[in-house]
């Protein structure tokens, strides 16, 4: 089936209604008539839904203003992509930034829609694309940020992860296989040891597994966040060599859930509701039919043994003589001249190549034993920090409200202020991560962060106010698991004090004395952009 919702489907919702009129990827063909015409003259479903296809966001809290969301598979970009980007974001002077994201890609921020048709020429012209990374579609594809480079990762997955891009996208030009999906797919494999890509939050994930003697993947299925529901993957009893068929799975699952996934529930239509209902065994032959030939049954164990690394800091590589570096970003936030930079960084130490992590962070690899020394004294590191402090440096947040309408708080700079506001106060014997969300829609991924804040409205001295409902819990790495909410209805002005608590009690802090360093490691800045 391809374009089409199911004919098994009992009754459309309105956005099973609008696919099943236009797919959502014919707004390609409509691009320069939009840029012509304005945005306000764009049909309310075009503008506000079919172009998600192509990446493009109406954001209403800044109307005129468009996100653009890219696919950067495995999060890695060459310098030379990272300065089309800068140079895109530059042209729209303070509204123009770019965020890095919890799935290793890239958002742009500021864009209007007349530019978009010139903006995606100069992305064809050096291979970058934003296709298919909205809406009912596939996400951004993860994996490890050091793959290829990482002295103990198992399986380097850098190729598979663009054959399954392609084959998802069409080469990056769009696939009408896979444009009609219940709802967003993720999709995640993992090459190293320390669950770099948190496989258990992810629709379908491949992790590192030897079965009789052989290196492979066992596989995961059906993890998901969503405002109902949240569910960690569940083993699929599968095991593919790390080579093609990783693609074919892929595929095959894909059709599966495409064809069948339950489509009149919005809130039911991830994968898992499809596997309840079904039965895991079920599920498991249908895909089994649809890849057309026997799927071999899991290895007894994974090989995902290591607690998690966030990668920040000098390591050295698997490659004799070269190091990469591990960048704090702080919330992910770029500015169009931090991008330039970053660039220029890339290609004058390293070999031009920048990772994205999942973290929101950046790092250069491939940079010599003997140009290490020059690259740490450079003025970038002194607002991205290879030393950042105890809960800066592992702090994660999604847009929030500056951007997003559904967002209910204010994130980035918030959780900024109040991690360098406890810094200040607090020693910590090790980092403590802290995700910010601004909506039950998990972007910011709280219920994975040892402590998650999900934003809401409370009502404090009979007035509604910002706050948070509090997770705790959440474990990455070996035996990963997802944390539960122990306290709702927080106002954002009380959390100072409740995370202050929070931290004494459970993660060993301590108040700090008046004579105490502050905490912070180089390169703090007092805002983002």
Known sequence: MVGTAPKSAQKLNKFEKFKAEKDGLAVKADLDRFAAMGWEAVD???????????????????PGKFMLRMRVPNGILSSQKMRVLAEVVKRYGEDGSADITTRQNLQLRGIHLEDIPDIFRRFEAVGLTSVQSGMDNVRNITGSPVAGIDAHELIDTRGLIRLVQDMITG???????????PRKFNIAIEGGRD????????????????????????????GFFSARRCEAAIPLDGWVPPDETVVALCRAILEVYRDHGLRANRQKARLMWLIDEWGLDRFRQAVVAALGRDLLTAAPKDELDWDKRDHIGVHPQKQQGLNFVGLHVPVGRLTAGQMLDLARLAEVYGDGELRLTVEQNVIIPHIPDSRLGAFLQEPLLQTFSIQPSALTRSLVSCTGAQFCNFALVET??????????????????QAVRIHWTGCPNSCGQPQVADIGLMGTKVRKEGKAVE???????????????????????????????????LLIAHFGAQPRSLGDHNGHGPGTVTAIP
Request: charged fraction near 20%; proline fraction near 4%.
């Open 412 to 429: 980035k700079q918030r959780a900024i202020a109040l991690a360098r506001q406890l810094d200040t106060q607090l020693t910590l014997p």
């Open 195 to 222: 669950n770099s890509v948190h496989a258990e939050i992810n629709d379908v994930a491949f992790v590192p597994a030897y079965r009789e003697g052989q290196l492979g993947f066992n596989v995961l299925v059906g």
């Open 171 to 181: 080469n990056g030009q769009g696939n009408a296989a896979f444009t009609n999906l």
């Open 44 to 62: 309310e479903t075009d503008l506000n839904q079919r172009l998600k296809w192509l990446g493009i966001f109406f954001r209403p809290v800044t």
């Open 467 to 501: 706050g948070v409902d509090i997770y705790m819990g959440g474990k990455v790495g070996k035996e990963a698991q997802l944390g539960t909410c122990v306290q709702k209805g927080v106002a954002c002005d009380d959390l100072p004090k409740v995370l202050t608590d």
